[in-house]
């Protein structure tokens, strides 16, 4: 395995990017949504299948989104979700919690616990996974334990689903991702510290950093489970 190292790089500061040509972004993407709606009205109203149907009630809603109306996106991508959970398609159905929890509304941190919980148990993307494990560790204070656990099983997933240039494309990222959180939960400065500190938070181990990030998933959830976990589980066909 490659080795990379986690100080390398510091990775940018997305948060404070300016958006190129905002305007005219907007207005691309209000005319692409116009598109969308043409289609989603065709389907809704013709014969096209339910997973066209669902396939693109996502596409709009992750539109909407983009365009800073998730109050708008979230029935859609929520539809989408339910449906995606009917017929197996896991990780069709991980994508819509990564929309519903950018659409920014009540139910969206519920919504990226079941996507996380959906993206680690199932064997999707490890790209959709790693997205959905860094929602978490933007959103957790620097001091907590949980962007360490999101950050190490990033690391761990991509190492062991991907391949080829995408693996070792997804290692850099996850790589350099936990230094990040190393750096900032404490200071973390050099591989010996670094080795030092996950052996402390128990982060070498998946059969503990694992039970760790389900913790991390029932609190982001609480009661607000939207599908039966063990009934699919039972479906997975392994």
Known sequence: ???????AIRLP???ADSVFNHGSEFAALESHLQVLNE???????????AHELADLRLQVA???????????????????????????????????CDVLFQSEQPGSVAALGQGIWLAVTCPIDPELTIELLNHVI????????????AATTAL???????????????????TQLLGTVAR?????????????WMERLELKEPEKF???????????????????????????PY
Do not use: C
Not at 44 to 49: K, L, M, Q, T
């Open 1 to 7: 395995m490659k080795s990379f190292d986690p100080f």
């Open 13 to 15: 500061d997305t948060a």
């Open 39 to 49: 289609r989603l009205t065709a389907i809704e109203h013709g014969s096209g299948s």
């Open 62 to 96: 992750r539109t909407l989104v983009n365009l800073e109306r998730g109050v708008e996106a979230w029935p859609l991508a929520r539809a989408a979700f339910d449906h995606f959970i009917e017929w197996d398609q896991f990780e069709s159905a991980a994508d819509a």
């Open 138 to 149: 933007d959103e957790t204070p620097d001091d907590a334990d949980g962007a360490a656990v």
């Open 156 to 174: 761990f997933l991509a190492d062991v689903r991907a391949e080829g240039h995408h693996r070792e494309n997804l290692m850099f990222f996850s």
């Open 184 to 196: 900032r939960h404490s200071q973390i400065e050099t591989p010996e510290q670094l080795d030092h």
């Open 210 to 236: 694992l039970v760790r990030l389900r913790n991390v998933v029932d609190v982001l959830v609480q009661d607000d489970w939207w599908f039966d976990r063990e009934a699919l589980q039972r479906r997975l």
